[in-house]
């Protein structure tokens, strides 16, 4: 991602805007109807008029694509600000939940861990996606410590993790579906932790 | 894993249990030196002696041979049993660190995510490898109750999750190493929630 331009910050709302939303709509509408595993560069030319060359030189590959595409859509979830961290821990469960409630989510996230094992870039856009979007909702725990909620020395990325870690514990290694207990286990379980220091001061 | 006799039972110390060493220890050389991505049936059977019929009808596939020797990998793993919850806890957390600590076993897991993300056999693989060692751990919790350090209605195995996710959650989201920092926040975090009744009741 640091190699170059990022998707869309040239001329926003300009061409590139436009080039971006084409590709990511048409690979939305690719992993629909064939899946990610039959996605490749030349479908996606067809499909969204963009020329191949072009995709090539800004996403390098179908998995660039398909990251910026989890990106774009993670931009779009609000980050709770109800005045209260329990809460605002249990609704930002609530929206882990519902974007893995869609199997077609849920096949993106699989995809992209399967193909990050094969590929160190793929690796590192997925660490990139992920930390970006981690790094606007520890939004969520700075404000716990402005409000007192929390102690001030809080690591709030740990206690993102905390919160989010079972829902792909529970999709990639024990395989099951997610569950309505499973939001209020890891949400308490983060809120709960935090409120009691164990994310505080480093070692 | 119902479809077939479990890989050495038929005659525990006799040629089926040989034949399974045989089969692991080849696997695992084989891991070793070429990588999981390189692995065959037929190298397993030049480097095993043992007839890739056999092979093939014991464990139908690479990823068959791979999820058992990761079972007997964890089956070797004791279980704690200091007498204290958190403790055990903490060590248990020192052990799955342990396991990730070492490339090929983080190699391992990896394959196998990402082969369970194309494959639902392996995918019913994986879930049952990691369920033999849950079933086997949840004696931590089991007799956690027993003390009465946590409550009678907690739920062993999503405390056991609770504990695991988050090692998960940084080797294949992050992408970043597991340190001592993450063994502690996890052990915590799992101990605290069992012990405030997180856990407990069903809904």
Same mark, same amino acid.
């Given at each position: 991602m640091t190699e170059r331009p990022r998707p869309g910050s040239a001329r926003p709302g300009g061409r590139t805007a436009r080039t971006r939303a084409a590709v990511l709509a048409a690979a939305l509408d690719e992993l629909d109807e064939v899946g990610f595993a039959a996605l490749t560069l030349d479908r996606l030319a067809a499909r969204s008029g963009v020329h191949v060359s072009t995709i090539r030189r800004r996403w390098r590959s179908v998995e660039g694509v398909v990251v910026d595409l989890m990106a774009q859509h993670s931009a779009t979830i609000p980050t709770p600000d109800s005045g209260e961290f329990r809460q605002d821990l249990y609704e930002l469960a609530e929206a882990i939940a519902g974007f893995h409630a869609l199997p077609r989510s849920r096949n993106l996230v699989e995809a992209m861990v399967a193909a990050a094992a094969y590929d160190p870039h793929i690796a590192e856009l997925v660490r990139g996606a992920f930390m970006a979007r981690t790094d606007v909702v520890t939004q969520i725990v700075h404000r716990a410590v402005e409000r007192s909620e929390? $102690? $001030? =020395?809080? =690591?709030a990325y740990e206690v993102i993790a905390a919160l989010s870690a079972p829902f792909y514990y529970r999709l990639l290694i024990l395989r099951r579906d997610i569950d309505e207990r499973l939001v209020r286990t890891s949400a308490e379980a983060a809120y709960r932790a935090a409120c009691g220091g164990v994310f505080g001061g480093g070692e």
């Open positions: 929390v $102690p $001030p =020395d809080t =690591d």
